[in-house]
Structure formats: C-alpha cells, structure tokens
C-alpha cells in the first residue's frame, strides 16, 4: 500500500522569497517520487524526481526535493520564486507494479 | 513531435449514453495509465496497462473500462455514465521501469455528464 500527503493545501509568498512545498509518503518498498506541476487550464509537467540514486534531486526551473528516509518526507523547495510559479503542484509516489498515488495538491501563489 | 493525444477535449452526455474517450500516445512506450483530477483529490488512478493485453485497476476503477489491445492506444470507456462520473480526465504514458520513468500526460479531456 502506498500515499501521499501534502500537508498544506495552500501556500502564499511574496516574489523573491524561498518556496517550501511539503510532501510526506508512505509506501511499503522502496518508492520512485515526483513532483509534477500543473499550471492553470494546462496539462501536467515533471519538475523533477527521485529513484533510489541521489537523495537531493535537482528539477527544473530552480526546484530541488531533498528524499528523507527517516522522515518519509520529499519537500519541494526553491530560493527565489518567480511570478510564473504560481501553479499547482502535486506530489506522486509510484510502485514498480504500476500503480501510482497522487497527492491532493498544493496551489502556490506568489504575490509581487 | 513526441505527445500523448485525447480526444474529445470536452464532451457534454447524458446519463447512460455509452461514451469512449480515445488515447494515444506516439513514443513506443509500454506503461499506460487513465486518471480523473477533480477539484481539492489531485488525480486519482482509474486503470492502468503495464503492456498490451495487460490492464489492471487502480484506486477509483468502478464504472469504468479500458482495453489495451495495441501498444500506442488506451481507450476508456464509460458503459453507463452517471452524473458522479463529470471530472478532467487525463491519459499519460512512460517507459516501464518498475515505476521510475517520468509520465508524459495528454492534455485532458472535460466531461460532464448530465
């Protein structure tokens, strides 16, 4: 059995500022993670994601993940965010018999 | 171009009027999967294909078939819509390797059923 939560529905910050997205995960084996992001009216883009080989992950667009075993945790983070990523952003937890769990999403708006 | 194409893009129908709702995706990948997003779930897992001839279900499978009898195409199929069943359906598609490739997702399909 495998999930996913997000733990805030929401998350506000002011352009320029750091970006934390929390994700934590449940999975009985070792599981492949990844975050997507969705912007509005738009299908659904990887941003990056970890399997089994490094555990700070390096996405696109300046989003890094940090893959915490202890912690069952894999939170989107970013230094600096731009107006442009103001979206939704979900975080997915994959098994290697196909099935895959979305979490219930976080919008991010970032204020000028 | 390498995508994954739905169609229709929207469909309004009625309940119980049989629809299909066509995927197809032009990369030569073997992993196929149909999801619905509705508003504050994210995007559920209705059914899944690791191959041809090989589908199985997901978390939210009632109501809903699929087949998978060629590799580039995933069709799903409502028998007997009901209004519960309006949502964004999304088909995506990968490479199988025990669950570490990258989906690529179809750009949607909005149903509603009335």
């Known amino acids: 059995a495998q999930s996913v939560t997000q733990l805030d529905s929401h998350v506000s910050v002011s352009e320029g500022t750091p970006v934390l997205l929390r994700c934590n995960y449940s999975?009985?084996?070792?599981?492949?993670l990844f975050w997507y992001v969705q912007h509005p009216n738009k299908g659904l883009q990887l941003l990056l994601k970890?399997?089994?080989?490094?555990?700070l992950v390096k996405g696109i667009n300046g989003f890094e993940a940090e893959f915490k075993k202890s912690e069952t945790s894999f939170h989107l983070t970013k230094p600096s965010a731009h107006m442009s990523d103001a979206a939704e952003y979900f975080c997915?937890?994959?098994?290697?018999?196909?099935?895959?769990?979305f979490g219930d999403g976080t919008t991010l708006t970032v204020k000028p | 171009e390498a995508q994954v194409t739905q169609n229709p893009r929207y469909l309004i129908t009625v309940t119980g009027k049989k629809l299909t709702v066509t995927c197809s995706q032009n990369?030569?990948?073997?992993?196929m999967s149909w999801y619905r997003q509705d508003p504050g779930l994210g995007l559920r897992q209705i059914y899944y294909?690791?191959?041809?001839?090989?589908?199985d279900k997901g978390d939210v499978p009632e109501g809903y078939k699929v087949s998978r009898k060629e590799k580039r195409n995933f069709p799903l199929i409502l028998e007997s819509p009901s209004p519960n069943q309006t949502s964004l359906y999304f088909c995506?598609?990968?490479?199988?390797?025990?669950?570490?490739?990258?989906?690529?997702f179809g750009p949607g399909t909005r149903l509603t059923v009335t």
């Open positions: 990369m030569n990948h073997e992993y």
């Open positions: 995506a598609s990968s490479f199988r390797d025990r669950g570490r490739n990258e989906q690529y």
């Open positions: 970890y399997t089994s080989a490094a555990t």
């Open positions: 997915v937890v994959s098994s290697n018999a196909g099935k895959s769990t």
């Open positions: 999975s009985s084996y070792s599981p492949s």
């Open positions: 294909s690791m191959n041809v001839e090989v589908t």
